[in-house]
Protein backbone atom coordinates (compact mmCIF):
# COMPACT_ATOMS: atom_id res chain seq x y z
CA UNK A 1 0.00 0.00 0.00
CA UNK A 2 1.09 3.30 -0.79
CA UNK A 3 2.10 6.20 1.91
CA UNK A 4 -0.93 7.76 0.09
CA UNK A 5 -3.00 5.04 0.55
CA UNK A 6 -2.29 4.79 4.28
CA UNK A 7 -2.43 8.86 4.95
CA UNK A 8 -6.43 7.97 3.98
CA UNK A 9 -6.93 5.15 6.15
CA UNK A 10 -4.98 6.98 8.79
CA UNK A 11 -8.31 9.51 7.59
CA UNK A 12 -10.95 6.87 7.69
CA UNK A 13 -9.96 5.38 11.27
CA UNK A 14 -10.29 8.49 12.76
CA UNK A 15 -13.90 9.18 10.96
CA UNK A 16 -15.15 6.25 12.11
CA UNK A 17 -13.84 6.47 16.03
CA UNK A 18 -15.70 9.89 15.88
CA UNK A 19 -18.89 8.42 14.17
CA UNK A 20 -18.25 5.62 17.17
CA UNK A 21 -18.10 8.93 19.86
CA UNK A 22 -20.93 10.14 18.47
CA UNK A 23 -23.07 7.69 19.53
CA UNK A 24 -21.54 6.55 22.32
CA UNK A 25 -21.66 10.33 23.45
CA UNK A 26 -25.44 11.13 22.32
CA UNK A 27 -26.53 7.94 24.92
CA UNK A 28 -24.34 8.99 27.31
CA UNK A 29 -25.94 11.75 27.21
CA UNK A 30 -29.52 10.72 26.83
CA UNK A 31 -28.92 8.85 30.05
CA UNK A 32 -27.72 12.19 31.90
CA UNK A 33 -30.61 14.21 30.70
CA UNK A 34 -33.68 13.12 29.85
CA UNK A 35 -34.51 9.72 29.12
CA UNK A 36 -37.08 7.73 30.73
CA UNK A 37 -35.74 6.19 34.28
CA UNK A 38 -36.33 2.19 33.35
CA UNK A 39 -34.37 2.80 30.15
CA UNK A 40 -30.91 1.84 31.68
CA UNK A 41 -30.46 -1.35 30.68
CA UNK A 42 -31.31 -0.55 27.16
CA UNK A 43 -27.98 1.83 27.02
CA UNK A 44 -25.72 -0.43 28.47
CA UNK A 45 -26.57 -2.94 26.02
CA UNK A 46 -25.91 -0.72 22.70
CA UNK A 47 -22.98 1.12 24.90
CA UNK A 48 -21.50 -2.25 25.72
CA UNK A 49 -21.76 -3.50 22.11
CA UNK A 50 -20.41 0.39 20.68
CA UNK A 51 -17.42 -0.06 23.14
CA UNK A 52 -16.54 -3.45 22.14
CA UNK A 53 -16.36 -2.30 18.53
CA UNK A 54 -14.59 1.05 18.90
CA UNK A 55 -12.04 -1.30 21.02
CA UNK A 56 -11.32 -3.72 18.59
CA UNK A 57 -10.74 -1.05 16.15
CA UNK A 58 -8.60 1.13 17.99
CA UNK A 59 -6.51 -1.38 18.93
CA UNK A 60 -6.84 -4.23 16.33
CA UNK A 61 -3.73 -5.48 14.38
CA UNK A 62 -4.71 -4.06 11.56
CA UNK A 63 -4.69 -0.49 13.35
CA UNK A 64 -1.32 -1.23 14.74
CA UNK A 65 -0.29 -2.65 11.63
CA UNK A 66 -0.93 0.87 10.25
CA UNK A 67 0.14 3.05 12.78
CA UNK A 68 3.80 1.73 12.97
CA UNK A 69 3.92 1.66 9.46
CA UNK A 70 3.23 5.58 9.14
CA UNK A 71 5.19 5.98 12.33
CA UNK A 72 8.02 4.13 10.69
CA UNK A 73 7.90 7.01 8.02
CA UNK A 74 7.40 9.89 10.06
CA UNK A 75 9.44 12.27 8.13
CA UNK A 76 7.31 11.93 5.49
CA UNK A 77 3.99 12.69 7.07
CA UNK A 78 2.71 16.60 8.39
CA UNK A 79 2.79 17.65 11.74
CA UNK A 80 -0.71 17.00 12.71
CA UNK A 81 -0.04 13.29 10.85
CA UNK A 82 2.81 12.80 12.82
CA UNK A 83 0.98 14.00 16.63
CA UNK A 84 -2.06 11.83 15.33
CA UNK A 85 -0.15 9.14 15.01
CA UNK A 86 1.51 9.73 18.08
CA UNK A 87 -1.64 9.99 20.00
CA UNK A 88 -3.13 6.70 18.55
CA UNK A 89 0.09 4.67 19.48
CA UNK A 90 0.65 6.33 23.26
CA UNK A 91 -2.67 4.11 24.52
CA UNK A 92 -2.31 0.87 22.11
CA UNK A 93 1.04 1.18 23.61
CA UNK A 94 0.44 1.18 26.61
CA UNK A 95 -2.26 -1.66 26.60
CA UNK A 96 0.46 -3.69 24.90
CA UNK A 97 2.48 -3.50 27.74
CA UNK A 98 -0.70 -4.74 30.53
CA UNK A 99 -1.19 -8.31 30.15
CA UNK A 100 -4.39 -9.04 28.57
CA UNK A 101 -6.23 -10.61 31.83
CA UNK A 102 -4.65 -7.99 33.92
CA UNK A 103 -6.16 -5.60 31.49
CA UNK A 104 -9.25 -7.10 31.88
CA UNK A 105 -9.37 -7.11 35.65
CA UNK A 106 -8.50 -3.49 35.76
CA UNK A 107 -11.70 -2.68 34.15
CA UNK A 108 -13.88 -5.23 36.18
CA UNK A 109 -12.08 -3.92 39.65
CA UNK A 110 -12.88 -0.07 38.44
CA UNK A 111 -16.84 -0.98 37.47
CA UNK A 112 -16.93 -2.56 41.19
CA UNK A 113 -15.06 0.29 42.82
CA UNK A 114 -17.18 2.82 41.37
CA UNK A 115 -20.45 1.12 42.25
CA UNK A 116 -19.17 0.54 45.86
CA UNK A 117 -18.16 4.31 46.35
CA UNK A 118 -21.47 5.05 45.46
CA UNK A 119 -22.60 3.09 48.29
CA UNK A 120 -19.78 4.06 51.01
CA UNK A 121 -20.89 7.81 50.14
CA UNK A 122 -24.19 7.45 50.54
CA UNK A 123 -23.94 5.74 53.59
CA UNK A 124 -20.80 7.16 55.40
CA UNK A 125 -18.96 3.98 55.24
CA UNK A 126 -15.39 4.24 54.63
CA UNK A 127 -14.68 0.32 56.05
CA UNK A 128 -16.75 -0.61 52.86
CA UNK A 129 -14.49 1.57 50.24
CA UNK A 130 -11.39 0.73 52.25
CA UNK A 131 -10.54 -2.69 50.96
CA UNK A 132 -11.41 -1.84 47.05
CA UNK A 133 -9.91 1.53 47.41
CA UNK A 134 -6.57 -0.54 48.68
CA UNK A 135 -7.42 -2.82 45.20
CA UNK A 136 -7.27 0.11 43.22
CA UNK A 137 -3.86 1.46 44.40
CA UNK A 138 -2.06 -1.71 44.41
CA UNK A 139 -3.43 -1.94 40.35
CA UNK A 140 -2.28 1.61 39.89
CA UNK A 141 1.10 1.10 40.88
CA UNK A 142 1.36 -2.57 38.72
CA UNK A 143 0.42 -0.63 35.59
CA UNK A 144 3.14 2.18 36.13
CA UNK A 145 5.41 -0.57 36.81
CA UNK A 146 4.40 -2.03 33.26
CA UNK A 147 4.36 1.02 31.23
CA UNK A 148 6.94 3.17 32.50
CA UNK A 149 9.52 1.14 34.98
CA UNK A 150 11.97 3.72 35.15
CA UNK A 151 9.45 6.32 36.39
CA UNK A 152 7.94 6.86 39.83
CA UNK A 153 4.50 5.61 39.44
CA UNK A 154 3.33 8.72 40.42
CA UNK A 155 5.08 10.64 38.33
CA UNK A 156 3.39 7.91 35.65
CA UNK A 157 0.03 8.93 36.56
CA UNK A 158 0.32 13.20 36.80
CA UNK A 159 1.71 12.68 33.55
CA UNK A 160 -0.98 10.34 32.53
CA UNK A 161 -3.41 13.18 32.71
CA UNK A 162 -1.44 16.40 32.28
CA UNK A 163 1.12 15.41 29.61
CA UNK A 164 4.41 17.01 30.81
CA UNK A 165 3.58 16.91 34.79
CA UNK A 166 5.68 15.33 37.48
CA UNK A 167 5.60 15.57 41.11
CA UNK A 168 8.94 17.95 41.31
CA UNK A 169 6.58 20.33 39.25
CA UNK A 170 4.34 19.68 41.90
CA UNK A 171 6.18 20.18 44.36
CA UNK A 172 7.01 23.16 43.53
CA UNK A 173 3.92 25.06 42.48
CA UNK A 174 1.87 23.32 45.35
CA UNK A 175 5.18 25.10 47.84
CA UNK A 176 4.51 28.84 46.48
CA UNK A 177 0.64 28.51 46.72
CA UNK A 178 0.39 27.07 50.20
CA UNK A 179 2.91 29.69 51.25
CA UNK A 180 0.93 32.24 50.33
CA UNK A 181 -2.84 31.61 50.60
CA UNK A 182 -2.46 29.53 53.75
CA UNK A 183 -1.31 32.81 55.62
CA UNK A 184 -3.49 35.18 53.02
CA UNK A 185 -6.83 32.68 54.15
CA UNK A 186 -6.02 33.12 57.92
CA UNK A 187 -6.09 37.19 57.69
CA UNK A 188 -9.26 36.66 55.36
CA UNK A 189 -10.57 34.96 58.17
CA UNK A 190 -9.94 37.82 61.03
CA UNK A 191 -12.60 40.27 59.10
CA UNK A 192 -16.15 40.33 59.16
CA UNK A 193 -17.56 38.07 56.81
CA UNK A 194 -18.97 39.13 53.44
CA UNK A 195 -22.55 39.48 53.30
CA UNK A 196 -24.22 37.13 50.58
CA UNK A 197 -27.94 37.74 51.51
CA UNK A 198 -28.49 39.60 48.21
CA UNK A 199 -28.15 35.88 46.43
CA UNK A 200 -30.79 34.52 48.55
CA UNK A 201 -34.57 33.97 47.61
CA UNK A 202 -36.36 32.32 45.20
CA UNK A 203 -35.15 32.07 41.58
CA UNK A 204 -37.62 30.28 39.16
CA UNK A 205 -35.68 27.77 37.30
CA UNK A 206 -37.41 28.67 34.18
CA UNK A 207 -35.97 32.54 35.26
CA UNK A 208 -32.87 31.30 35.40
CA UNK A 209 -32.87 28.95 32.20
CA UNK A 210 -33.79 32.32 30.19
CA UNK A 211 -30.59 34.04 32.36
CA UNK A 212 -28.25 31.20 31.02
CA UNK A 213 -29.50 31.58 27.47
CA UNK A 214 -28.13 34.85 27.39
CA UNK A 215 -24.83 34.22 29.91
CA UNK A 216 -24.09 31.39 26.76
CA UNK A 217 -24.72 34.38 24.01
CA UNK A 218 -22.42 36.96 26.11
CA UNK A 219 -19.22 35.01 26.48
CA UNK A 220 -19.55 34.51 22.75
CA UNK A 221 -20.62 30.80 22.41
CA UNK A 222 -22.83 29.73 19.37
CA UNK A 223 -25.99 28.42 19.97
CA UNK A 224 -26.33 26.28 16.59
CA UNK A 225 -23.13 24.29 18.07
CA UNK A 226 -23.81 24.35 21.74
CA UNK A 227 -26.72 22.95 23.44
CA UNK A 228 -28.25 23.36 27.40
CA UNK A 229 -29.64 20.90 29.40
CA UNK A 230 -29.73 20.17 33.54
CA UNK A 231 -28.37 17.39 35.13
CA UNK A 232 -27.49 16.57 38.72
CA UNK A 233 -23.79 17.62 38.68
CA UNK A 234 -23.07 19.92 35.60
CA UNK A 235 -20.31 19.30 33.28
CA UNK A 236 -19.26 19.82 29.19
CA UNK A 237 -19.24 16.95 26.58
CA UNK A 238 -18.51 17.01 22.88
CA UNK A 239 -20.49 14.86 20.81
CA UNK A 240 -18.77 13.27 17.99
CA UNK A 241 -16.39 16.55 17.27
CA UNK A 242 -16.55 20.18 18.51
CA UNK A 243 -19.19 20.70 16.15
CA UNK A 244 -22.08 19.51 18.78
CA UNK A 245 -20.91 20.49 22.02
CA UNK A 246 -23.15 20.19 24.96
CA UNK A 247 -23.30 22.04 28.69
CA UNK A 248 -25.41 21.02 31.61
CA UNK A 249 -25.93 22.97 34.66
CA UNK A 250 -28.34 22.59 38.15
CA UNK A 251 -30.99 25.01 39.16
CA UNK A 252 -30.74 25.99 42.75
CA UNK A 253 -34.15 27.78 43.21
CA UNK A 254 -33.12 29.37 46.36
CA UNK A 255 -29.44 30.60 44.85
CA UNK A 256 -29.40 31.46 41.30
CA UNK A 257 -25.28 31.99 41.66
CA UNK A 258 -25.23 28.18 41.75
CA UNK A 259 -26.03 27.84 38.56
CA UNK A 260 -24.76 31.14 36.84
CA UNK A 261 -21.32 30.08 37.51
CA UNK A 262 -21.72 27.19 36.58
CA UNK A 263 -23.12 28.12 33.25
CA UNK A 264 -20.14 30.28 32.90
CA UNK A 265 -17.56 27.71 33.81
CA UNK A 266 -19.21 25.10 31.49
CA UNK A 267 -19.28 27.95 28.79
CA UNK A 268 -15.46 28.31 29.32
CA UNK A 269 -15.01 24.44 28.66
CA UNK A 270 -17.72 24.60 25.83
CA UNK A 271 -15.37 27.48 24.46
CA UNK A 272 -12.52 25.75 24.30
CA UNK A 273 -13.58 23.01 22.29
CA UNK A 274 -15.57 24.38 19.87
CA UNK A 275 -12.72 27.06 19.58
CA UNK A 276 -10.86 24.01 17.30
CA UNK A 277 -9.62 24.54 14.42
CA UNK A 278 -12.24 23.39 11.56
CA UNK A 279 -9.96 21.13 10.20
CA UNK A 280 -9.47 19.04 13.06
CA UNK A 281 -12.86 18.00 13.53
CA UNK A 282 -13.54 14.03 13.09
CA UNK A 283 -9.52 13.20 13.69
CA UNK A 284 -8.20 13.13 17.78
CA UNK A 285 -6.50 16.21 17.59
CA UNK A 286 -10.32 17.58 17.98
CA UNK A 287 -10.96 19.14 21.11
CA UNK A 288 -9.10 19.93 24.31
CA UNK A 289 -5.64 18.71 25.04
CA UNK A 290 -6.11 18.03 28.52
CA UNK A 291 -7.83 18.59 31.71
CA UNK A 292 -5.42 21.05 33.12
CA UNK A 293 -5.97 23.50 29.70
CA UNK A 294 -9.40 22.96 29.95
CA UNK A 295 -9.60 23.66 33.35
CA UNK A 296 -7.22 27.27 32.39
CA UNK A 297 -10.41 27.91 30.36
CA UNK A 298 -13.60 27.37 32.38
CA UNK A 299 -11.91 28.87 35.20
CA UNK A 300 -11.14 31.86 33.88
CA UNK A 301 -13.86 32.96 32.52
CA UNK A 302 -16.11 31.56 35.46
CA UNK A 303 -13.24 33.38 38.20
CA UNK A 304 -10.87 35.63 36.34
CA UNK A 305 -13.76 37.18 34.16
CA UNK A 306 -17.17 36.08 35.99
CA UNK A 307 -16.04 36.93 39.13
CA UNK A 308 -14.78 40.13 38.34
CA UNK A 309 -15.60 43.22 39.44
CA UNK A 310 -15.97 44.51 35.85
CA UNK A 311 -18.22 41.81 35.20
CA UNK A 312 -20.36 42.39 38.23
CA UNK A 313 -21.49 45.68 36.85
CA UNK A 314 -22.22 44.85 33.79
CA UNK A 315 -24.15 42.18 34.45
CA UNK A 316 -26.17 43.33 37.43
CA UNK A 317 -28.97 45.03 35.42
CA UNK A 318 -29.40 41.63 33.52
CA UNK A 319 -29.55 39.81 37.27
CA UNK A 320 -32.17 42.22 38.38
CA UNK A 321 -34.30 42.35 34.81
CA UNK A 322 -34.29 38.31 35.45
CA UNK A 323 -35.13 38.20 39.02
CA UNK A 324 -36.76 41.35 40.13
CA UNK A 325 -36.72 40.45 43.68
CA UNK A 326 -32.77 41.18 43.62
CA UNK A 327 -32.81 44.67 45.35
CA UNK A 328 -29.03 46.25 46.27
CA UNK A 329 -26.14 47.27 44.53
CA UNK A 330 -23.85 45.74 41.84
CA UNK A 331 -20.77 46.47 44.25
CA UNK A 332 -23.24 44.19 46.76
CA UNK A 333 -23.20 41.57 44.33
CA UNK A 334 -19.50 41.61 43.21
CA UNK A 335 -18.62 41.11 47.12
CA UNK A 336 -21.14 38.63 47.49
CA UNK A 337 -19.98 36.16 45.04
CA UNK A 338 -16.53 36.20 46.24
CA UNK A 339 -16.71 35.26 49.74
CA UNK A 340 -14.01 32.86 50.64
CA UNK A 341 -14.40 30.51 53.43
CA UNK A 342 -13.00 27.35 54.42
CA UNK A 343 -15.34 24.59 53.46
CA UNK A 344 -15.82 20.87 53.42
CA UNK A 345 -16.66 20.29 49.57
CA UNK A 346 -14.38 21.28 47.36
CA UNK A 347 -16.62 21.32 43.85
CA UNK A 348 -18.60 24.22 46.32
CA UNK A 349 -14.98 25.71 46.99
CA UNK A 350 -14.57 29.71 46.69
CA UNK A 351 -11.55 31.05 44.29
CA UNK A 352 -8.90 31.60 47.55
CA UNK A 353 -9.37 28.06 48.95
CA UNK A 354 -9.75 25.62 46.21
CA UNK A 355 -6.12 25.06 45.58
CA UNK A 356 -5.85 23.84 49.20
CA UNK A 357 -8.64 21.46 48.70
CA UNK A 358 -6.27 20.12 45.68
CA UNK A 359 -3.58 20.01 47.53
CA UNK A 360 -4.80 17.95 50.74
CA UNK A 361 -5.90 15.11 47.77
CA UNK A 362 -2.04 15.76 45.82
CA UNK A 363 -0.46 14.89 49.75
CA UNK A 364 -2.30 11.88 50.20
CA UNK A 365 -2.08 10.51 46.35
CA UNK A 366 1.77 11.18 46.66
CA UNK A 367 2.53 9.38 50.27
CA UNK A 368 0.46 6.37 49.37
CA UNK A 369 2.22 5.70 45.77
CA UNK A 370 5.64 6.40 48.27
CA UNK A 371 4.39 4.40 50.97
CA UNK A 372 4.74 6.28 53.74
CA UNK A 373 0.96 5.96 54.72
CA UNK A 374 -1.37 3.03 53.64
CA UNK A 375 -5.19 3.36 52.21
CA UNK A 376 -6.45 2.49 56.05
CA UNK A 377 -4.23 5.67 57.56
CA UNK A 378 -6.74 7.78 54.59
CA UNK A 379 -9.50 9.20 56.57
CA UNK A 380 -7.30 10.06 59.13
CA UNK A 381 -4.38 12.43 57.04
CA UNK A 382 -7.14 13.62 55.38
CA UNK A 383 -9.13 15.05 58.35
CA UNK A 384 -5.42 16.25 59.54
CA UNK A 385 -4.87 18.17 56.00
CA UNK A 386 -7.90 19.36 56.29
CA UNK A 387 -7.35 20.87 59.97
CA UNK A 388 -3.65 21.93 58.78
CA UNK A 389 -4.18 23.54 55.03
CA UNK A 390 -8.14 25.09 55.57
CA UNK A 391 -8.39 24.95 59.75
CA UNK A 392 -11.57 22.97 59.61
CA UNK A 393 -12.95 19.72 61.33
CA UNK A 394 -14.28 17.21 59.01
CA UNK A 395 -17.36 15.51 60.84
CA UNK A 396 -17.62 12.49 58.70
CA UNK A 397 -16.16 11.17 55.84
CA UNK A 398 -19.10 11.38 53.25
CA UNK A 399 -17.83 15.06 53.50
CA UNK A 400 -14.93 13.79 53.66
CA UNK A 401 -12.40 11.53 52.06
CA UNK A 402 -15.69 9.75 50.42
CA UNK A 403 -16.64 12.98 48.94
CA UNK A 404 -15.35 12.62 44.89
CA UNK A 405 -15.94 10.19 42.68
CA UNK A 406 -11.87 10.18 41.15
CA UNK A 407 -10.38 7.36 42.80
CA UNK A 408 -13.01 4.96 42.29
CA UNK A 409 -13.21 5.98 38.56
CA UNK A 410 -9.79 5.56 37.70
CA UNK A 411 -8.60 9.12 38.06
CA UNK A 412 -5.90 8.58 40.76
CA UNK A 413 -3.23 11.78 39.49
CA UNK A 414 -6.01 13.78 37.98
CA UNK A 415 -6.43 16.42 41.04
CA UNK A 416 -3.24 18.39 40.50
CA UNK A 417 -4.73 19.58 36.89
CA UNK A 418 -6.99 21.32 37.98
CA UNK A 419 -5.06 23.80 40.56
CA UNK A 420 -3.19 24.55 38.01
CA UNK A 421 -5.63 25.19 35.42
CA UNK A 422 -6.63 27.82 38.02
CA UNK A 423 -2.74 29.14 38.03
CA UNK A 424 -2.25 29.40 34.30
CA UNK A 425 -5.71 31.75 33.92
CA UNK A 426 -3.69 34.72 35.92
CA UNK A 427 -0.98 34.54 33.66
CA UNK A 428 -2.76 34.80 30.55
CA UNK A 429 -4.71 37.65 32.35
CA UNK A 430 -1.34 39.49 32.33
CA UNK A 431 -0.10 38.93 29.27
CA UNK A 432 -3.76 39.40 27.81
CA UNK A 433 -3.91 42.49 29.57
CA UNK A 434 -0.95 43.78 27.81
CA UNK A 435 -2.98 44.22 24.11
CA UNK A 436 -6.37 43.94 25.29
CA UNK A 437 -8.49 46.46 27.18
CA UNK A 438 -10.22 43.23 29.67
CA UNK A 439 -12.30 45.39 32.14
CA UNK A 440 -13.44 47.89 29.31
CA UNK A 441 -14.12 45.25 27.08
CA UNK A 442 -16.31 43.54 29.71
CA UNK A 443 -18.01 46.97 30.93
CA UNK A 444 -19.45 46.77 27.42
CA UNK A 445 -20.15 43.26 27.45
CA UNK A 446 -17.90 42.58 24.21
CA UNK A 447 -16.17 39.38 24.94
CA UNK A 448 -15.00 39.43 21.67
CA UNK A 449 -11.53 40.22 21.61
CA UNK A 450 -10.79 38.15 24.92
CA UNK A 451 -12.25 35.24 22.98
CA UNK A 452 -10.08 36.22 19.94
CA UNK A 453 -6.81 36.41 21.91
CA UNK A 454 -7.79 33.05 23.55
CA UNK A 455 -8.64 31.24 19.86
CA UNK A 456 -5.46 32.28 18.18
CA UNK A 457 -3.20 31.39 21.09
CA UNK A 458 -5.50 28.47 22.41
CA UNK A 459 -8.61 27.08 20.87
CA UNK A 460 -7.91 27.02 17.61
CA UNK A 461 -5.21 23.82 18.27
CA UNK A 462 -7.13 21.46 20.01
CA UNK A 463 -4.90 18.70 21.44
CA UNK A 464 -2.40 19.00 18.18
CA UNK A 465 0.34 21.09 20.65
CA UNK A 466 0.96 19.42 23.74
CA UNK A 467 -0.48 20.79 27.26
CA UNK A 468 2.93 23.09 28.52
CA UNK A 469 2.90 23.95 24.49
CA UNK A 470 -0.36 25.34 24.58
CA UNK A 471 0.81 27.50 27.84
CA UNK A 472 4.09 28.74 26.33
CA UNK A 473 2.42 29.48 23.18
CA UNK A 474 0.01 31.76 24.87
CA UNK A 475 2.11 33.55 27.02
CA UNK A 476 5.48 33.37 25.77
CA UNK A 477 7.47 33.03 29.18
CA UNK A 478 7.70 30.20 31.52
CA UNK A 479 5.11 28.84 34.37
CA UNK A 480 5.00 31.36 37.43
CA UNK A 481 2.48 30.38 40.15
CA UNK A 482 3.42 33.70 41.95
CA UNK A 483 1.34 35.65 39.51
CA UNK A 484 -1.49 33.35 40.60
CA UNK A 485 -1.19 34.20 44.11
CA UNK A 486 -0.14 37.67 43.55
CA UNK A 487 -3.41 38.16 41.77
CA UNK A 488 -5.25 36.38 44.99
CA UNK A 489 -3.54 38.33 47.24
CA UNK A 490 -4.28 42.20 45.85
CA UNK A 491 -8.41 40.69 44.72
CA UNK A 492 -9.10 39.43 48.55
CA UNK A 493 -6.95 42.60 50.41
CA UNK A 494 -9.08 45.07 48.91
CA UNK A 495 -12.41 42.90 49.31
CA UNK A 496 -12.00 42.45 52.51
CA UNK A 497 -10.02 45.44 53.58
CA UNK A 498 -6.63 43.32 54.94
ZN1 LIG B 1 -14.48 22.16 34.79
Known amino acids: MSLQEQKERLVKLQQKMAAYGHAEGLIYFDGTTGAPKGTAENRAQTLGILSEELYNLSTGQDTIDLLEDLDAHREELSDKEKRQVDLLLKDIRMMQ ?51 EPEKAPYDYWLDHFEEGLTMEKCESFFASLKGRIVPLLHRVQEKPQLDTSILHGHFPAAAQEAFSYELMKLIGLDLDHVGLATTEHPF ?38 TGSDRDLAYTVLDGGVSMGIHESQ ?17 IFPSVQKHFPQVQGTAEEFYRAVNRAEPSLIRTEADELTYALHIMVRYELEKKIFAEEIQVKDLPAEWNRLYKEYLGIEVPDDKRGVLQDSHWSGGCIGYFPSYALGSAYGAQYLRKMKETVDVDGCIRKGDFAPIGEWLRERIWKYGSFLTPAQVF ?16 LEEKYTELYGL
Open 472 to 487: ENAVHEPFDPTVFTDY
Open 298 to 314: SRFYENILGRSRAFCEY
Open 236 to 273: TTSIGSHLDERITTHYHEEDFSSSMFSVIHEGGHALYD
Open 97 to 147: KIPLDQYIEFQKLMVEADDVWHTAKEDNDWKLFEPVLERVFDFHKKIAAWC
